[in-house]
């Protein structure tokens, strides 16, 4: 009996160990909500490095006109909580917690090598 006792105690201490492992990594989370966060990519209007995308050319009474996404490389992790948390007249809202905005602005980072 103190045989089996001693084989299974390493087991559950192992066992243990792995409980705290994601089922994704947090760049595949970070990659997955800048892809789809509620529904509309960010990669739509900042492109896929967000480097920032034309969305749309129209012409008004000022002539020629193009709609683009801002490029949000350079923006901080507080910036990019205020845009996301804040009023545009042409982005969506997406509701974003902070971790989820911070999770999308490490997935960037990372992705181009900046962290």
Request: glycine share 6%.
């Amino acid at each position: 009996m103190r045989i089996l006792v001693w084989f299974l105690i390493p087991l559950l201490l192992c066992s243990t160990e792995n409980e705290t492992e994601s089922f994704i990594t947090d760049y595949e989370y970070g990659e997955m909500l800048y892809s789809n966060p509620r529904g509309v990519s960010c990669a739509e209007c900042h492109g896929d490095s967000g480097q920032g995308k034309s969305i749309v050319h129209y012409q008004d009474i000022h002539g020629n006109q193009e709609l683009r996404g801002s490029d949000i490389r350079t923006s901080t992790l507080a910036q990019m909580i205020a845009a996301l948390n804040g009023y545009h007249e042409i982005m969506p809202r997406y509701y974003l917690t902070d971790d989820e905005v911070e999770a999308m602005y490490k997935y960037l980072q990372k992705k181009y090598k900046k962290i």
